[in-house]
């Protein structure tokens, strides 16, 4: 145990064992809907369910316990909400192309991120991005989540008159959903040890009381075999060969890029290891997403992305990487203990995702809100995030904004030449290719 403080510096970062443990159980309770969620996106694709459940399980402890070990962040990483839907409907359904062709455009992909990773492409990338936007991404996310939480657990719905509304206040459901928001926002006011945690659990607890949760039928399953999907991508490589495969290739290259750069560059302005404006270690946590990538894809799910998810786990106070640790070890246990994970409901999750849109919304305190030509960009990207509901869309609205103002105010040497080179590549991204 005492070489296990020393690796992971939990003196230093004025943590302890418990506490990681907690923080890695959090951020696991959080995004365990994504063993569920993904098999049910890409089956609409035509792909084995089970095989993706056990893949997204083992590209997920993989990846994150690799960010655990080697970038020792508390991080996690998953198949990516957004992409995994851009796979399934867009570029198979939409497309028409087989979904062994487009894992392996996901595995191209992630080749290219470890070739890019290798050589600090990426991690220059980060660290040339002006504070204040930074900050700003990290807002944005606070406000994406809570929004995904809040929508996910009906309180917030869609309207065809004012796009969206209160969702109803009189269903079970919904008072579950405020029963845990108001339980956990009180035990976060009175700073209570793991508020967030505990506030899941009562929650889970009470939907099980008034029947709102169902409870499992059996405790233990065997993981699913992987044989459906494993490998399909490397023997479908020879398909990459047309630009609209290109495009596909490129699409999921920008969209993982910027996703997991941004919530890395939130997540690591909320715990605090952000220093004179860079992420220190960034190339290896870098890694671990081209890692989970790449195994993601040779088993058979789609790309891996740093999840904002992981924000509940450093709320707690998470700050090594054995808080990452818990978490693989966790999702590999759950490929055994799945039905167990059914009562982890969208209503169980939304308060502590509420919770931490707070808590990340402290960033918006360090934008310059007094220069305009500052202001603009970095509010169009913690707008953009909700409104679009896409990380990468809007850091893209920010940063093709940014170079246009700081020119207007004669600035533009200020400006790093790649925020000039991002600006157009994004511009492409909106017009040709995402849209």
């Not at 070990?69 to 359904?93: D, E, R």
């Not at 059996?218 to 993981?223: N, T």
């Not at 081209?290 to 891996?304: D, E, H, K, L, N």
């Not at 590999?332 to 203990?337: I, R, T, V």
């Amino acid at each position: 145990m005492n070489f296990i403080a020393r690796y992971f510096q939990l003196d230093e970062l004025k943590t302890t064992h418990r506490r990681e443990l907690i923080a890695g159980v959090t951020t696991f309770v959080s995004m365990a809907y994504i063993l569920f969620v993904n098999p049910t996106v890409l089956g609409a694709a035509g792909m084995d369910k089970g095989a993706v459940f056990t893949a997204t399980g083992i590209a997920t402890a993989v990846a994150t316990i690799f960010m655990g070990v080697v970038a020792k962040y508390p991080i996690a990483i998953a198949p990516g909400l957004g992409v995994n839907a851009f796979f399934a409907y867009s570029v198979v359904i939409g497309m028409k192309i087989p979904w062994q062709t487009a894992m392996a455009g996901v595995l191209v992909a992630a080749l290219i991120f470890l070739v890019l990773t290798f050589f600090k492409v990426r991690e220059k990338i980060i660290n040339l991005i002006p504070q204040d936007l930074k900050v700003a991404i990290a807002a944005g996310i606070g406000l994406f989540i809570a929004f995904i939480g809040l929508h996910d657990a009906g309180l917030i719905v869609a309207n065809k008159d004012t796009m969206v509304s209160l969702g109803s206040l009189t269903s079970g459901t919904s008072l579950l959903t405020i029963f845990g928001i108001i339980v956990t926002f009180v035990l976060m006011a009175r700073k209570t040890p793991a508020a967030i945690f505990i506030g899941m659990v009562l929650t889970s607890i009470v939907g099980i009381l008034f029947g709102l949760i169902d409870l499992p039928t059996h405790l233990i399953s065997s993981a699913p075999s992987l044989a459906p999907t494993f490998g399909e991508s490397i023997k479908h490589l020879g398909d990459i060969n047309t630009f609209q495969l290109w495009t596909v290739v490129l699409t999921f290259l920008i969209v993982t890029f910027f996703d997991t750069a941004g919530t890395m560059i939130g997540l690591a302005t909320q715990a605090g290891f952000m220093k004179d404006g860079q992420m220190p270690r960034a190339g290896k946590a870098l890694m671990a997403d081209a890692v989970g990538m790449t195994v993601g894809a040779v088993i058979g799910t789609s790309p891996t992305s740093a999840y904002v998810e992981s924000s509940s786990g450093i709320a707690i106070g998470g700050r090594s990487g054995l808080t990452s640790v818990y978490t693989g070890v966790l999702f590999l246990f759950a490929l055994l203990f799945s039905p167990l994970l059914t009562v982890v409901t969208p209503q169980v999750t939304a308060p502590a995702l509420v919770v931490v849109g707070v808590l990340m919304a402290e960033s918006l305190k360090k934008v310059n809100w007094q220069d305009f030509a500052i202001a603009a960009p970095a509010f169009l990207i913690v707008i953009g995030m909700p409104f679009t509901y896409s990380i990468s869309d809007g850091i893209a609205l920010g940063f093709i904004l940014y170079p246009m103002t700081m020119i207007a105010t004669k600035r533009g040497k200020e400006v790093p030449i790649m925020m000039y080179v991002l600006a157009v590549i994004f511009l492409i991204f909106l017009f040709l290719v995402a849209h």
